[in-house]
């Protein structure tokens, strides 16, 4: 379970360009659920998620994970839950150019330093679950936006987090595309995972697996 | 494998599979910084090899050496001054030497014409070092023949050409006996070049030379101990020279390692954050930058320094050998002994590794302390 | 090549760090070789016989400049010796060697 107190997050704050991008938002994500952040470009979404996963901290409020207080943990520590319990894909998917697929979906476990047999093992069984099973070596730059996508889902469970976070998933891909992309998020789903996605796609909210959809609108939230 | 180290070869393979993302580029970069790596360790291995050499060799030489001076300039010293200086205290022996230069207008080469003390050399017959006998090429049974001071033809033929492995102090010899000597140069009996004193004990030298200056007032006396300390000087200052050419394009290497090392460009900058944003801490992202400059540089001080060590060693620093001899026609050929100073490889490791390093590492600190969030913009 | 069968071992790709890794060792190796090298040869055997002819002809100089007498005999030279030998003949002192002798000096 997830928490959120007052949250509020400025940016430029005490400059004549200060800005407030979200406020005084309160929230309960609950576990093993698919929430679904909805609103107009600029509405606080991608704020409140960096937020959520320990990308950034409130300027003021509290953020609890379980029992945990996030707010008042130094960076290495606000690191160290990162890696642990979120995944993250990103709106552009944020591959590293120029490495191969193997290489960018083992990139989050480099700082743990397992075996590498072991990680290279892992990195493709998932390659393989996912249908990537034959792209291992190819450079990523050459990949297709599902390819790409599907790589960045197996980056994100490389350390097998139980939370996974993603921000416009759909930006980039076509109807059919993101219609498979929810059918994977619904799989993780049942799989055990806890999921949280901002979307302004139709696709993403009013698919069947989705447990709530948030509206927020000028940094605040509208309504259930 | 520990998991310090495991993680160390982690960063090490992610820094140079990102490196190998432009390898011309990162080839080209490396292939500068050997290359000044390769020249400055060639100067500084040629140079302390031939200043060791030096000393080695010519400690051997006369402990004094006494010559005249009239007005200012060096002139044939009369052999009774050897009389003159009777017996001084510690001088364990006294000669005249007899030696003086020919410059031979045929391949405008200097000579060095010496007669040997204790060494009979038949009359109209010469002893020529390995580089004469290269270079107007001699060998034994061969004739040369030199116009003498008095414009005669004096013929000499060559009896034995000097050991090649003793070039390096003996190139430009030409030993003949005392009696042609004197008849080529026109010098009288009783005249010496200089006169060479040898001394047993090495704390006498100093006083050996004040009773000279005293006794002698006309010579003035040439010490081994400063004839070594003018061959420590020299190389030295050769090295410096080199040193000073080479600075122009070592600091254009360095802005340009600056510009390279130091410039993130925002693609560099976007993965950074990516690589915090997927859990990467901000220490792992700087070692992993630490990596990247330390083994270009230590890459490039290896290669340039092995380059230097073969070239010097075994190819006899035939690149700028001409420089650093001179503008001699004679060359003497030599291989030069592997003398290898331990503080000045150190010297050069520290200056071609850390900088690099450092000019890589400090730019990333910046970036890689700036909010993960970054990449969600 | 890779992912062709499901009973393949997982696929393992060379890692970018062991070549240049085995370079470096290798490199670091040499360097020692290098070390020992001079240990070894770095004595003044090779030079006994140059050595023997110094003592033997009571030697002062290296005969590594032989272009004019104060640059032969570096150390038998005094100050005032230059531009007297070799026409061509450049200064061993620091700003002889960067000024070329005059020009008349210069002509055959």
Known sequence: MIRLNDISKAFNQGQPNEFWAVRDVTLDIEDNRITVLRGPSGSGKTTLLSMIGCLSRPTSGRILLGERNLSGLPERFLTQIRRETFGFIFQRFNLIAGLTVLDNVMLPAYPLAPDHGALVQRATALLEQFGMGSKVASKVEWLSGGEAQRTAICRALLNDPQILIADEPTANLDTRLSQEFMTIIGELKAAGRTLILTSHDPVVSDAPCVDRVITLRDGQVQAD | MSHFLRRQRYLIDFTLASLGRRKGKNLGLLGVYTLIVFLLASVMLFSQSLRREAGLLLENAPEVVVQRMVAGRHDLIPAAYLERIGKVRGVAAKYGRLWGYFYDPAVQANYTLLVPRDQEIKSGEMIVGAGIARTRGLGAGDYLTFRSAQGQSFAFRVADVLASDAELVSADLLLVNEADYRAFFGIAEGMYTDLALEVRNPQEVRKVAEKLSVMLPDTRPILREEILRTYDALFQWRQGIVFVLLAGSLLAFVIFAWDKASGLSAEEKREIGILKAIGWETADVIRMKFWEGALVSLGAFLLGYLAAYVHVFFFDAALFAPVLKGWAVLYPQFRPQPFVDGLQVATLFFFTVFPYTVATVVPIWRAATTDPDAVMR | ?108
């Open chain 3, 1 to 108: 090549m890779h992912g062709s069968s499901a009973n393949a071992r997982p696929h393992r790709p060379g890692r970018a760090g062991t070549v240049p890794l085995l370079l470096l060792g290798a490199g670091l190796l040499l360097f020692t070789v290098t070390l020992l090298d001079a240990a070894w040869r770095g004595n003044d055997t090779a030079l006994a016989s140059s050595r023997q002819l110094v003592a033997r002809l009571g030697l002062t100089d290296l005969a590594l400049f032989t272009e004019a007498r104060y640059t032969r005999h570096l150390s038998q030279a005094d100050r005032h010796t230059a531009f007297q030998d070799h026409p061509l003949a450049l200064d061993h002192f620091p700003s002889g060697s960067l000024v070329p002798p005059p020009a008349r000096l210069r002509q055959p």
